[in-house]
């Protein structure tokens, strides 16, 4: 339970609704992102406006969309991560090996971040793109973090998960998802088999140091990740690519 007082600045939080409406939406008038808000369009506007001002938010004709600064925001803090620049040089180099997608992924605020991905030759409409939010119990880069949690942290992050049941295969269950933890610590890996996208399947291996948890991943939805490759050639380029990048996150 958090007992922690409420300090948000009631104007500001109003400002990122609004913000995050406009990016749901896309491009839209006033009138459309003012809708789903207990607030008159006079108030919307003046949010509106300010944003504007900020360079967050772009108004073309009558309508509003947010602005490509963020573009230039989320580029410096992706690069001010430790282990962006070896992780991603380890994920270019998995996935022009294996034809397959791959990417990096870090643990923020207990929810998993695609810092990086890329397509691969192999693939057919998988695609897992920079910014995107993975699930922490159904994916292999959720669960290659979650193996590199102390037992309190993980408690506590666990404790945030609601086990969304994306596919029949699912593991909607904290116990059994525990058990399989248990797996990926002795094994190095972490496996998903039609958990997260039906036709989908995903190794991870995860890494970390005092701060910082991430995992560097392969995916694949042809079928392709299977058999030996899946059981012993993938897994060792995995875990050799987040050995690479967890001496570079020491080194630093």
């Known amino acids: 339970m958090n007992d922690r007082p409420d300090t948000r600045v009631k104007a500001t939080a109003t400002s990122v609704r609004v913000l995050e409406r406009v990016l749901e939406l896309g491009t839209a008038p006033l009138t459309e992102i003012a809708r789903e808000f207990d607030l008159s369009k006079s108030s919307v506007h003046n949010h509106l406006q300010t944003l504007e001002r900020l360079g967050l938010v772009v108004k073309e004709d009558r309508t509003y969309r947010v602005s490509l600064r963020f573009l230039e925001i ?8 430790p282990f ?23 643990l923020e605020r207990d929810e998993v971040i695609c810092l990086y991905g890329t397509g691969g030759q192999r693939t057919g409409t998988l695609s897992v793109e920079s910014g995107q939010r993975l699930p922490l119990h159904a994916s292999a880069p959720g669960k290659a973090i979650l193996a590199e949690l102390s037992e309190s942290r993980l408690d506590d992050v666990l404790d945030t998960v609601e086990y969304e049941q994306f596919t029949p295969e699912t593991l909607a269950d904290e116990s059994a998802l525990r058990d399989q933890l248990d797996q990926v610590r002795t094994r190095g890996v972490a ?11 995903g190794l991870a291996a995860g890494f970390s140091d005092s701060s910082l948890v991430g995992s560097i991943f392969v995916a694949s939805d042809d079928g392709s990740l299977s058999g030996k490759q899946f059981q ?3 897994p060792g380029l995995l875990v050799s690519a987040a050995n690479k990048v967890r001496q570079e996150m020491r080194r630093q």
């Open 74 to 81: 989320g580029t410096s803090v992706r690069a001010s991560v």
């Open 84 to 106: 962006y620049r070896t992780g991603r040089a380890e994920v270019d180099r998995l996935s022009n090996g294996s034809g397959l997608a791959a990417g990096l992924a870090v």
């Open 191 to 201: 496996a998903d088999r039609k958990e997260w996208q039906t036709e989908a399947s």
């Open 232 to 234: 012993q050639d993938i």
